[in-house]
């Protein structure tokens, strides 16, 4: 959030605005007519795969887990991922010969995801451990009934 202060009208605004220029830039790219829908939800959910099932895993299940390994994780994730679908599907430029071991650009997550565990597990060890508060609500998260829980309270 840009500005935490803005008010209701403004944030309300913003969003709405937002939508309108994602529904004409989806609109413009269905123009093009990029392939058929199965390949289009294929990349989709290959693209998010690669940029935020390793770092939702990492972060519950690592306590290690860190801001800089998340974004550094999502980055590399779906940069290999697009990379992938770029030097291969034929809407791009790409082959179908620039394949790895023949595998189809719709699904370019079997690259992406583990690059991304990669980049969150480089990022997270190269940068400073999260603080104890941060570790214990990731306990929480991971065991909702511990005993002598944190609060969870809004202050």
């Excluded at 104890?132 to 306990?139: F, G, H, P, S």
Aim: with cysteine; net charge neutral.
């Amino acid at each position: 959030m840009l500005d935490p202060h803005a008010t209701t009208v403004r944030r309300l605004t913003v969003a709405k605005t937002l939508l309108l220029v994602v529904a004409a830039i989806a609109a413009y790219t269905a123009s093009l007519k990029p392939g058929n829908i199965l390949f289009l939800v294929g990349a989709a959910f290959s693209l998010a795969a690669s940029a935020f099932f390793p770092a939702l895993v990492l972060g519950v299940f690592w306590k290690r887990a860190n801001k800089l390994g998340a974004i550094l994780g999502m980055l590399a994730g779906l940069a290999i991922c697009i990379y992938y679908m770029v030097i291969t599907y034929d809407f791009f430029g790409g082959v179908a010969a620039n394949q790895w071991w023949g595998i189809a650009p719709i699904a370019a997550g079997v690259f992406g995801i583990p690059v991304g565990f990669l980049g969150v597990i480089i990022g997270s060890l190269i940068s400073p451990a999260p603080s104890q508060e941060v570790q214990e609500l990731v306990d929480h998260v991971r065991y909702p009934n511990l005993e002598g829980d944190i609060s969870t309270q809004a202050t």
